[in-house]
């Protein structure tokens, strides 16, 4: 019996630049790869991201899957398009027919693009306020609303043509740990993980084209493995029990919490036998090369069967055949549209937390804030310090206290000259120890759990797009209301 099979087809890579070099177009015809995954470092300008997809699907052909994060927030890889709000924004709104718009628009500007594949919506409940990478990523605390918010999102998007995967199942909600960095563990048992991590993905999977997995380990579950590589999650709960027929794609093997414990060739091989269709392998060539050849060498040997290859393929053309890759016209009015659109949704998610209210604009102010936040690979760069003072352009009398590193910051060094002392929050980690930092006001530009670290009045945008900052500025302007609803982990 021969049980060779090509696997090239069951690998998701990324590529080095902007543009598709030699090297890399020999690769993806070689090893006959049709699925590659966008970041930040490919997306030049309009132009250069059309060329470069025009590139791609002349090269992996009509069954290529293009993807990448544009979650919204601060999770976006093409930040020329419209910038949608991020999840729990949405999440404060409560606005189902609002979230819905907002996964409409984002697939408008990424099919025009030729993207077809968009790994969102994530349905993690954020329960946790100190889980250092999901936060403002996710929908709500609750379940329900999740399930709700993100269905509608998911609706918005395959209505207009771009296929979603919801993430990270079984869930990535409740954890102390980044995956990027370490592995976490959520030791819940089954009940509990029915009643909170699994509902929405249970509620949700029966319309998701794909789901992407998490590199968490459940011990109540499988103490052995992360879910990634797990055959009691990924088959026993998510393909037997619940008969999910779509595609499971692996979260990034190259995070620390895979790449490091099983490296380039075991994890590839384990993640099919669990049950996953696609490999999403991250990395150098000559680390694909590894992954493509691991996974052959465990066809030609029995470990993975020829039937199990061809189910996943089959799976995979499905989804490419239901969403094509087709580039298109993005038309000014529609761009303008959904811009209003997505500046409409921040504004709606504005929250004020314990009586917070805007100073007036003859008030004397002093704008205490860092001055850059980078990029940490997973979000884009946080707001400038010229960005967060620009809120403040309004105001008659500021001064200006800018840090290069926030924590530095010793409240007994700020003068208590009588002026309104505002702190903006311009990073994504929580600030950690006793603080005894006492301003008037606290801008949280973007985790929102840090209004938890500092007491007092606290206004929350949720992020940092543009709509955040126009509906912040207006807000502090005396010009907008601050309508959001609260989450129950956050007072």
């Known amino acids: 019996m021969n049980n060779s099979f090509d696997p090239g087809p069951l690998l998701m890579v990324d590529i080095p630049g902007k543009t598709l070099e030699p090297a890399t177009a020999?690769?993806?015809?070689?090893?006959?790869?049709?699925?590659?995954?966008?970041?930040?470092?490919?997306?030049?300008?309009e132009a250069e991201?059309?060329?470069?997809?025009?590139?791609?699907r002349a090269l992996m052909g009509p069954t290529a899957l293009i993807g990448l994060d544009q979650e919204g927030g601060s999770v976006v890889r093409s930040t020329f398009l419209p910038q949608a709000p991020s999840a729990m924004a949405l999440g404060a709104s409560g606005d189902e027919s609002l979230a819905e718009g907002v996964g409409a628009a984002v697939a408008r500007g990424l099919k025009s693009l030729g993207v077809n594949w968009n790994f969102a919506p994530v349905v993690d409940v954020n329960n946790n306020p100190a889980n250092p990478v999901i936060a403002e990523r996710a929908f709500s605390d609750d379940p329900d609303t999740v399930a709700r918010l993100a269905g509608a999102w998911m609706r918005g998007s395959l209505r207009e043509g771009v296929a979603c995967c919801v993430k990270h199942f079984p869930g990535h909600g409740d954890t102390h740990v980044d995956s990027h960095l370490a592995l976490p563990t959520v030791d819940k048992s089954r009940a509990e993980l029915d009643a909170l991590e699994l509902r929405p993905f249970k509620a949700l999977c029966a319309s998701a084209p794909a789901v992407m997995t998490a590199h968490i380990v459940y011990p109540q579950i499988d103490p052995e493995h992360p879910a990634t590589?797990?055959?009691?999650?990924l088959k026993?709960?998510?393909?037997?029990?619940?008969?999910?027929?779509?595609v499971v794609i692996t979260d990034a093997l190259m995070m620390k919490a895979i790449a490091e414990r099983y490296g380039y060739t075991r994890a590839p091989v384990m993640a099919l036998e669990a049950g996953a269709d696609l490999v999403l392998a991250q990395g150098s060539l000559a680390e694909q090369q590894q992954a493509v050849d691991a996974l052959r060498e465990a066809f030609a040997r029995g470990r993975l069967s020829r039937a199990q290859g061809e189910r996943a393929q089959a799976r995979l053309d499905r989804l490419a055949q239901a969403y094509p890759s087709a580039q298109g016209d993005y038309p000014a009015a529609q761009r303008e549209a959904d811009d209003a659109l997505m500046h409409r949704a921040w504004a709606q998610g504005l929250l004020a937390l314990r009586g917070a209210r805007a100073p007036g604009r003859d008030t004397p102010l002093r704008v205490i804030v860092q001055a850059d936040v980078p990029t940490d690979m997973v979000s884009e760069a946080g707001p400038t310090a010229l960005q967060a003072l620009a809120l403040f352009d309004g105001f008659r009398d500021v001064k200006r206290l800018v840090l290069d590193d926030i924590d530095t910051l010793r409240w007994a060094q700020v003068p208590q000259d009588g002026r309104v002392n505002v702190l903006v929050s311009t990073r994504r980690h929580r600030y950690e120890g006793v603080l005894d930092w006492r301003p008037d006001l606290h801008l949280a530009l973007w985790n929102p759990f840090q209004a938890l670290d500092v007491p007092g009045p606290a206004l929350v945008t949720w992020g940092y797009a543009q709509g955040a900052l126009r509906a912040a500025q207006a807000w502090l302007e005396g010009r907008e209301r601050a309508p959001g609803h609260a989450l129950a982990t956050l007072v």
Do not use: H, M, T
């Open 26 to 45: 020999e690769f993806l015809r070689r090893e006959r790869i049709r699925a590659v995954c966008l970041f930040r470092k490919n997306l030049g300008q």
């Open 49 to 56: 991201v059309r060329a470069l997809i025009q590139d791609l």
């Open 229 to 233: 590589l797990s055959p009691k999650v």
């Open 236 to 246: 026993g709960i998510l393909r037997d029990e619940w008969g999910y027929d779509g």
